[in-house]
């Protein structure tokens, strides 16, 4: 029998994978992190076709070893999220997220930091958009129940027939509402994105990069205000940005 599938390798252009870089590189600045100035060097190495995916890692965790490992999170999850990003697999499926987390995160934490696998504690976190308060997240023993729940209604949900806005709102309505579990000890954010892109690709979507590349910082305060508490609650960040994203939308993403 004569193979029916093919490969999936996809020959990507310089600028699809500088483009790659440049979003696992803005997303970093969700938590602070900038990269290396030779992470971006070998990143261009590999986006002209230079270096795999593996010579840079080889390379970037010599330079951590020998030189600095100051940027160390920021190079190795910017070097996954580009490597990820690089591949079309997607299953939509809470285990697609735990997934991400891993190959994003391996190595990266503390021991007492799990990877890959749900929180066990209860968490909150100061947010200075909420003056200090913190947004509420998912009670650790109803992770997975919750998680289920949200992932099985976006698959009976009916997108047939709404205009592309309604279907821009619904999408950010979900993300929103799994960010707000905040499945993970560290890294929500991060993982969430590289999900949510990932899922917009499915969808068919013609994603600009662009406001993750320079704006992932505002995502993550818009998404904090959009689940605050009801008297400090504001969506409109959240809907600006995703207005950028996928309609053309030409917001001033600044809070």
Do not use: C
Request: hydrophobic share 40%; aromatic share 12%.
């Amino acid at each position: 029998m004569q193979p029916t599938y093919s490969i999936d390798n996809p020959r990507l252009s310089y600028q699809t994978k500088l483009d790659l870089w440049e979003t696992g590189f803005g997303l970093q600045k969700v938590d602070g992190l900038e990269p290396s100035a030779y992470m971006i060097e070998l990143a261009q190495s590999q986006a002209k076709g230079d270096l795999t995916y593996q010579d840079v890692h080889e390379e970037i965790r010599r330079y951590h070893a020998e030189v600095s490992a100051e940027t160390q999170e920021a190079d190795l999850v910017a070097l996954r999220i580009a490597e990820l990003l690089s591949r079309r697999g997607f299953s939509f499926s809470p285990g697609t997220l735990l997934s991400i987390h891993k190959e994003l995160f391996q190595d990266i934490f503390p021991d007492e930091i799990p990877v890959g696998t749900f929180r066990r504690t209860n968490i909150s976190k100061k947010e200075y958009v909420l003056g200090s308060d913190s947004v509420v997240y998912a009670d650790y023993t109803m992770i997975e129940a919750t998680l289920d729940y949200d992932f099985t209604q976006e698959k009976k949900f009916a997108y047939q027939g709404l205009t592309k806005e309604e279907i821009v709102a619904h999408i950010q309505q979900f993300i929103s509402g799994i960010w707000q579990i905040h499945p993970f000890r560290e890294g929500n954010t991060r993982a969430v994105i590289v999900f949510l892109i990932q899922y917009l690709r499915e969808f068919g979507f013609d994603v600009d990069n662009e406001p993750f590349q320079k704006n992932a910082r505002f995502f993550r305060d818009a998404l904090v205000l959009d689940n605050a508490k009801m008297l400090q609650k504001n969506s409109q960040p959240l809907t600006q940005f995703f207005e950028n994203l996928l309609l053309n939308g030409q917001n001033d993403l600044i809070l």
